[in-house]
Nanobody, 126 residues
Framework: QVQLMESGGGSVQTGGSLTLSCSAS????????MGWFRQAPGKEREGVAT???????RYADSVKDRFTISKDRVKDILYLQMNSLKPEDTAMYYC????????????????????WGQGTQVTVSL
């Protein structure tokens, strides 16, 4: 059973930075595709960034060149470095993991991931 726990959310002003962390069960970072999703009020959960077991990454167009996903295989921690934050980045951010296909890693959907954290709130103000 994979367990995930996010931390690092908070409130920042436009242009600020935050780093989210997701502590995972042992060997999760080595054996699973992991990713960050976000959900704003009234909107569907969307895949922000994913990283597969080999380290290949994928980003949503809305966060490319601003967000960086990475993982520590030894500590089983997933990170999301978020720079140049915008008000539209405001959402609950979730860590997810599962054994998914490469195609799913490139086009992640909520339904394809079975393991989720409880979420951490990110609020970006003007």
């Amino acid at each position: 059973q994979v367990q995930l726990m996010e931390s690092g959310g908070g409130s920042v002003q436009t242009g600020g930075s935050l780093t989210l962390s997701c502590s995972a069960s042992r060997y999760t970072a080595t054996n699973y595709c992991m990713g960050w999703f976000r959900q704003a009020p009234g909107k569907e959960r969307e895949g922000v960034a994913t990283i597969d077991h080999n380290g290949t990454t994928r980003y949503a167009d809305s966060v490319k060149d601003r967000f960086t996903i990475s993982k520590d295989r030894v500590k089983d921690i997933l990170y999301l470095q978020m720079n140049s934050l915008k008000p539209e980045d405001t959402a609950m951010y979730y860590c997810a993991a599962d054994r998914v296909s490469f195609a799913t890693m490139l086009s992640p959907t909520e339904a394809k991931f079975n393991y989720w954290g409880q979420g951490t709130q990110v609020t970006v103000s003007l």
